[in-house]
């Protein structure tokens, strides 16, 4: 009975367990069904949390990637096949961003040993820690990328990158933010990202007197407690520091930039730096008192008598002011001067146009081999530095116009301008479709782009195939070593017909 009893409870219990387990798995199976319908969310990753991955690219910032729980993850200083530990500095809404915390198992792109022992907390120079052959072989690889994406450009060949002869202590002109108290001044630049300054005590890539003259400005800061600009409070004078150096004559230019005008202060700071580095043959002050992140004024007070420092590329001498634009690699401007020469071609009795010329590096590297060259740009300091080295280098055939590319394209075409050869080398924003229409219509024989961003002139490149013109090849030129950028030449050529 009790056995009855029990057995029959026992049945009872088991058909209703049978009935719940059938309505149990019609419902899982409507759970699996949900789910591979809409996919679970993957996991939130959170700032602080330290994981180990593995990098497995680089994007065109030279920044690692990696793949975490289907989140993008970014960590400077990675590169591919690194399989280390990092610790999430920032979550955001595409990728997260990360900081080294161990290096677990270095990847075979990985240099022996680090050129530079801030390079972690710097990041300036995310590639420095890369052999530099696979440096090279990268950046190669960066410029194929850009041009795969347009289907007119699949012919064109990129070359090997041309290398200078420095890959370190080669940069000859620095930008540096100051920050601090006078008492304890930082000089150097801003972490990637961040409002965060890395003091640069003795940055590998620097030219050693730009090092040399952040020291000594460090200490005349202290010594004469020469007040450092708050931007919070908008209260002292410092703000950046500048400085150039002439590879050729080995002078050197140091610019103050201040909030506002201060003789006194900066009198004594030049002459304290002039003493300890007599190298420094101009000292200039240039006030810029807007809040914003440009860091140059409108204008410039010299507390030298000499203004400008003299610099050679090639066979060209070019007098350079404080604010001039001129390549930061000496021996890279020149293998760029050099190979837009030989693809210019036969510029006998020729004339030749050069867009956007600075302060006239390429329009006096060609001119005495063509019959003219007239050279145009929007800044008018660099025009009257262009006309100074015009006739420093006996130029005769040479003239430069100051003003908008676009305004003056159309009155050359106005008047019936023709040129067998068109050189464009535009800021990094690339060139107006406007201005390439105006360019084409010239009908030049060859174009030569010279380029610092390879995603905007694989984008100018195919407006130009399309309006007429083929570009067979490129010729990137390694400017800046250890970083991901990369200086490209195009060669175009108007097509057949």
Known sequence: ???????????????????????SNQHKRKQVQKSEAAPQKPATLRK?????????????????????????????????????????????????HLQLVKLLEPSPLRSKRSACPDADDCLGCPLINMRYDEQLNWKQQLVQKELAAYPLLKE???????????????????????????????IGM??????????????????????????????????????????????GILRYLVVRVSEESGQVMVTFVTARRSYNELHHLGKFLQKELPQVVVVCQNVNSSEGTVIFG???????????????????????????????????ARLLYNKVKEWAGDLENMPVLDLYCGIGGIALTLAPF?????????????????????????????????????????????????????????????????????????????????????QTLARDLDILARLGYNCPQIQPVDMFPQTPHIENIALLMRSAG
């Open 370 to 454: 063509a019959g003219k060259v007239m050279g145009i740009e929007i800044s008018e300091e660099a025009v009257a530095d262009a006309r100074r080295n015009a006739m420093l280098n006996q130029a005769e055939n040479c003239s430069f116009e100051a003003g908008d590319v676009q305004e003056l394209l159309s009155e050359l075409s106005d008047e019936g301008e023709m040129f067998r050869l068109v050189i464009l080398n535009p800021p990094r924003k690339g060139c107006e479709q406007k201005v390439l229409e105006q360019v084409t219509a010239l009908q030049p024989a060859r174009i030569i782009y010279v380029s610092c961003a390879p």
């Open 298 to 332: 409108n204008r410039d007070y010299f507390l030298t008598k000499q203004q400008t420092i003299q610099e050679k590329i090639g066979g060209v001498k070019m007098l350079v002011s404080p604010r001039s634009f001129l390549q930061a690699q000496h021996d890279g």
């Open 156 to 186: 064109t060949a990129v070359l090997t990158p041309l290398a200078p002869r420095k890959r370190l202590q080669y940069r000859t002109t620095a930008k540096l933010a100051i920050a601090g108290s006078h008492n304890n001044p930082y």
């Open 190 to 235: 801003y972490r990637r990202s961040t409002h965060d300054l890395v003091d640069l005590g003795d940055c590998p890539v620097h030219h050693p007197l730009i090092n040399q003259v952040i020291a000594v400005v460090q200490s005349g800061i202290k010594k004469m407690r020469i007040p450092i600009y708050q931007p919070e409070r908008k209260t």
């Open 48 to 96: 602080g949390q330290v994981m180990e991955l593995t990098i497995d690219s680089l994007d065109r910032e030279g920044i690692g990637i990696a793949a975490k729980n289907s989140r993008k993850l970014l960590l400077p200083g990675g590169l591919p096949k690194d399989r280390c530990l990092a610790r999430i500095t920032h979550t955001g809404a595409r990728a997260d």
């Open 1 to 23: 009975m009790n056995k009855g009893i029990s057995h029959g409870l026992y049945m009872k219990k088991n058909s209703k367990t049978k009935k719940q387990s059938t309505q």
